[in-house]
């Protein structure tokens, strides 16, 4: 199965910009769908982009359209988080998951088995 490891979060001023990585430590990631998630103190997780196995559909939430964008790099065995022009509201541990063979995502938890770890990301006003 495979084993996800997030990278990339850090602290941002409200405008900048942060790449997230997931990458897999064991498994090859352009089978999966994967999707990014973020849960912030006190609110469940949710969805905010993903993109399906072998460059399937992709998704993002209406929050963040026009400013994240999701992408894959074979190469690297890694999907990434492109996020501009952060907002405060953006504040939350991001987590990437995984589904075997998902090549249609809709940014839901329950599409997903595998997740990682998380990373922080903090956007100050």
């Known amino acids: 199965q495979v084993q996800l490891v997030e990278s990339g979060g850090g602290l941002v001023q409200a405008g900048g910009s942060l790449t997230l990585s997931c990458a897999a430590s064991?498994?090859?990631?352009?089978?999966?769908?994967i999707g990014w998630f973020r849960q912030a103190p006190g609110k469940e997780r949710e969805g905010v982009s993903c993109?399906?196995?072998?460059?399937?559909?992709?998704y993002y939430a209406d929050s963040v359209k026009g400013r994240f964008t999701i992408s894959r790099d074979n190469a690297k065995n890694t999907v990434y988080l492109q996020m501009n022009s952060l907002k405060p509201e953006d504040t939350a541990v991001y987590y990437c998951?995984?589904?075997?063979?998902?090549?249609?995502?809709?940014?839901?938890?329950?599409?997903?088995?595998?997740w990682g770890q998380g990373t922080q990301v903090t956007v100050s006003s």
């Open positions: 993109i399906g196995s072998y460059d399937g559909s992709t």
């Open positions: 064991r498994g090859t990631l352009d089978r999966y769908g």
């Open positions: 998951a995984a589904d075997y063979l998902r090549d249609y995502c809709s940014g839901y938890v329950y599409e997903y088995d595998t």
